[in-house]
């Protein structure tokens, strides 16, 4: 049976609330289609030991603060987790969990959304599925050859599970930098942190708060025709978040560049040296995960598909939200996501009073 409603949303992690949301307060019909089975979007996936970089006040959805965790400056994902499911909660958002959409297509004046409880014909479409589902794996040579154990971030849980083992963690990021520091301080584990180039850490007194100032100042700058101040990239890669600093200043973070292949038992350099590993961690990034969208044959260039704000240019009736800067400064994150979901439900709003 098909279903209708003026607006289907496809995600209910943070983006996906954040749009409903405002939806909720233009007195919209609308659905939230999630795939997974409990709320907390990919928070509720991530690693043991990782916290925000921002105090819970600067980590807030539109309309309610989170509240602060106990004993924490930088709350954990499970206190990320309660508050979102908090959230659901409190606005009524008619999320349906378990949810997966396999496919948007045009279908005459509407879209067609088909998922794998049924089918939906809406006026618009919001797609908020992140990037979580969709970890990247680069094609280093002899990565097939490699006898040991490879995951990725989205893999990882804790320390525990490399008690003895020699590890490899190649990535240079924020994931890369709290992994590493996790297993070095840990004890029981022998860590090699591998990086693409010389790790950049921000200042020990810059959070998340200065960097969505930064991202902001960054997205007026544009607006207004000046230069562009280089955003969050100008200010370094890796906030150094409480475990972080303090591997760092122990002599126990400290990056080798990337090596040149994997070996059967381990990673070998350009200069001939070779390190020995029983597993590698990959914190090489994600790619948005926007397979259902295909039907719509919109892709340009690096897999994005080209937008004005978060409206996609080849389908108007289709927002993108959440998935990084090209969807609006900030959008991945929790408090950057509120304004680009609200100028997209503005938009939507205007489109479905036509």
């Given at each position: 049976m098909t279903q209708h409603a003026d607006v289907v949303v496809i995600g209910g992690g943070q983006a996906g609330l954040a749009a409903g949301y405002h939806l909720r307060r233009r007195a919209l019909d609308f659905v939230i289609l999630d795939a997974d089975s409990a709320p907390g979007g990919s928070w509720q996936h991530m690693w043991d030991s990782l916290h925000l970089f921002s105090p819970a006040e600067h980590s807030s959805l539109p309309g309610r603060l989170m509240p602060a965790?106990?004993?924490?400056?930088?709350?954990?994902?499970?206190?990320?987790?309660?508050?979102?499911?908090?959230?659901?909660?409190?606005?009524?958002?008619?999320?349906?969990h378990g949810t997966r959409v396999d496919a948007v297509r045009r279908d005459g004046d509407r879209l067609l959304v088909e998922a794998d409880t049924g089918t939906w014909r809406a006026r618009a479409v919001i797609s908020a599925t992140g990037t979580w589902s969709r970890p990247f794996l680069p094609a280093v040579p002899g990565r097939s050859v490699f006898t040991g154990r490879q995951l990725h971030t989205v893999n990882y849980r804790s320390p525990a599970h490399f008690a003895g083992q020699r590890v490899?963690?190649?990535?240079?990021?924020?994931?890369?930098?709290?992994?590493?520091?996790?297993?070095a301080l840990d004890g029981h584990v022998e860590v090699t942190?591998?990086?693409?180039?010389?790790?950049?850490?921000?200042?020990?007194?810059?959070?998340?708060r200065a960097l969505f100032d930064a991202a902001t100042a960054r997205r007026r700058a544009l607006e207004e025709g000046r230069d562009d101040t280089?955003?969050?990239?100008?200010?370094?890669?890796?906030?150094?978040?409480?475990?972080?600093?303090?591997?760092?200043d122990a002599g126990l973070l400290t990056a080798k560049p990337m090596f040149s292949r994997l070996t059967a038992d381990g990673a070998r350099w350009a200069d001939g040296s070779h390190t020995g590993a029983d597993a590698i961690v990959w914190c090489t990034g994600f790619r948005p995960a926007l397979a259902h969208l295909a039907p719509l044959n919109l892709r340009g260039a690096r897999g994005h598909i080209p937008t004005d704000g978060t409206r996609a240019?080849?389908?108007?009736?289709?927002?993108?939200?959440?998935?990084?800067?090209?969807?609006?400064?900030?959008?991945a994150t929790l408090i950057g996501v509120g304004r680009p979901a609200r100028d997209a439900v503005r938009e939507i709003a205007q489109l479905t009073a036509r």
């Open positions: 965790q106990t004993g924490e400056t930088y709350p954990d994902a499970g206190h990320v987790v309660g508050y979102l499911a908090d959230y659901e909660k409190r606005y009524d958002l008619p999320v349906q490899l963690v190649v990535g240079g990021g924020n994931s890369g930098a709290q992994i590493a520091a996790g297993l942190w591998v990086t693409q180039r010389p790790p950049r850490f921000l200042a020990d007194d810059i959070d998340g280089g955003g969050v990239a100008s200010l370094g890669d890796i906030v150094a978040v409480p475990p972080v600093r303090a591997a760092r240019l080849g389908e108007p009736r289709l927002h993108l939200l959440g998935y990084g800067d090209w969807t609006g400064p900030a959008s």
